[in-house]
Every structure is written in C-alpha cells, then in structure tokens.
C-alpha cells in the first residue's frame, strides 16, 4: 500500500464517520406562528359556516311561518331573530368567548 491509498482511505473514513454528524436533526415544518394562525382560519372558517347555517334555518322559519298563516311582519321578525343568533354563536367560536 502507499501513502496516497492510505490517504484516500483516512479520508473516505472520516467522511463516513462525520456523515451523521452533519446530517440535519428534526424538523418541524410549521413554526409557533404558523400554528396560531391556522387556528384563526378555523375559527373562522367554523363563525362563516354557522352565520351560514342560520341564514339557512332562517329561510325555513320564515317559510314555515308562511305556510302556517302567520303575519308577514311577525315572520320576518322570526327570520331575523333567527340570523342574528346564529351571528351571534359565530362571534363566540371566532373569539372563543
């Protein structure tokens, strides 16, 4: 053997030796920010569906205090007491009171 083998070989040994050494340890894609504002976006993504659920429900109180014979005037009362709790409900979940 010569000298330029034995070197090579130290070489390439100390590369395989520090190869885990140098090797990144684990990583967290998402940062503490990250995190907090992907539970604002559910939050509200959850106030958005609920508003749209009352909006919903609120059609059908209305449409069956028509069907039933009921003032126009109290029907559209009903309607709105209807939406504005579920905006209401929606400002809870978004604020988390």
Avoid at 74 to 85: F, N
Wanted: charged share 30%; glycine share 10%; proline share 5%.
């Amino acid at each position: 053997m010569t000298w330029t083998t034995l070197r090579v070989g130290a070489f390439a040994l100390a590369l395989f030796a520090t190869g885990p050494l140098i090797t990144p340890g684990p990583v967290y894609p998402q940062t503490a920010g990250m995190e907090r504002r992907q539970d604002r976006r559910e939050d509200r993504d959850d106030a958005r569906a609920t508003r749209q659920t009352g909006r919903h429900t609120g059609r059908d109180v209305k449409q069956a205090c028509r069907d039933a014979g009921g003032n126009p005037m109290d029907c559209r009362q009903q309607k709105r007491a209807t939406k504005q709790g579920a905006r209401q409900t929606a400002r809870d979940i978004k604020w988390n009171d």
